[in-house]
């Protein structure tokens, strides 16, 4: 059974970097894509990007190249960096496992993030 | 940008069926998934690729797709199916969540 973990710190100043991690246990993090998920609390869902272990990726245009992803497949961890941060970016943050026909199959629970000095 | 609504809320008395839409420009042409959000949880996938049930997913889920209109519908609605619903599309390698409904099981 694949599950995923996200970490990081739970308060991120204005202006700064957020940086998150999702650990990925029980499958291989090599094939198929993991994305990144955010939901401010008590709203909807908004995809953040993805990427691919041989390197490609998407990002939701929305966020004006903020985000940077990344994967470490020696480890099975997924990054993500998102810059400049404000207040709008306070959500909480899933990573996900899928692509175009199979769905989000598996989700971490999700890290709370605050934006906030 | 892809636009994808839902209605806002959906009630349904216990036992019967509930139909939740998603609506989008020709969403039938693409592959839809839909997820159920229980208060305090991560979503889980429900139908994958407009009609496709998942593993554990109970045979009450069933969905549709065609023109600009999907549909998941919960036949025979259970206490335990309170929850928010988020249909999913992909465009030109985006993905994009409809809006959300909340559905309430009277």
């Known amino acids: 059974q694949v599950q995923l973990q996200e970490s990081g710190p739970g308060l991120v100043r204005p202006s700064e970097t957020l940086s998150l991690t999702c650990s990925v246990s029980g499958g291989s993090i090599r094939t198929l894509y993991w994305n990144w998920i955010r939901q401010p609390v008590g709203k909807g869902l908004e995809w953040i990007g993805r990427i691919h272990p041989s390197g490609s990726s998407n990002h939701n245009p929305s966020l004006n190249s903020r985000v940077t992803m990344s994967v470490d497949a020696s480890t099975n961890k997924v990054f993500l960096d998102l810059r400049s941060v404000t207040a709008a970016d306070t959500a909480l943050y899933y990573c996900a496992r899928g692509q175009e026909a199979s769905g989000f199959d598996y989700w971490g629970q999700g890290t709370l993030v605050t934006v906030s000095s | ?106």
């Open chain 2, 1 to 106: 940008s892809y636009e994808v609504t839902q209605p806002l809320s959906v009630s349904v008395a216990l036992g019967q069926t509930a139909r939740i839409t998603c609506g989008g420009s020709n969403i039938g042409s693409k592959d839809l998934h839909w997820y159920q959000q229980r208060p305090g949880q991560a979503p889980v996938l429900v139908i994958y690729r407009n009609t496709n049930r998942p593993s554990g997913i109970p045979e009450r889920f069933s969905g549709s797709n065609s023109g600009n209109t999907a549909t998941l519908t919960i036949t025979g609605a259970q206490a335990g199916d309170e929850a928010d619903f988020f249909c999913q599309v992909w465009d030109n390698s985006i993905a994009f969540f409809g809006t959300g409904t909340k559905v309430t099981v009277l």
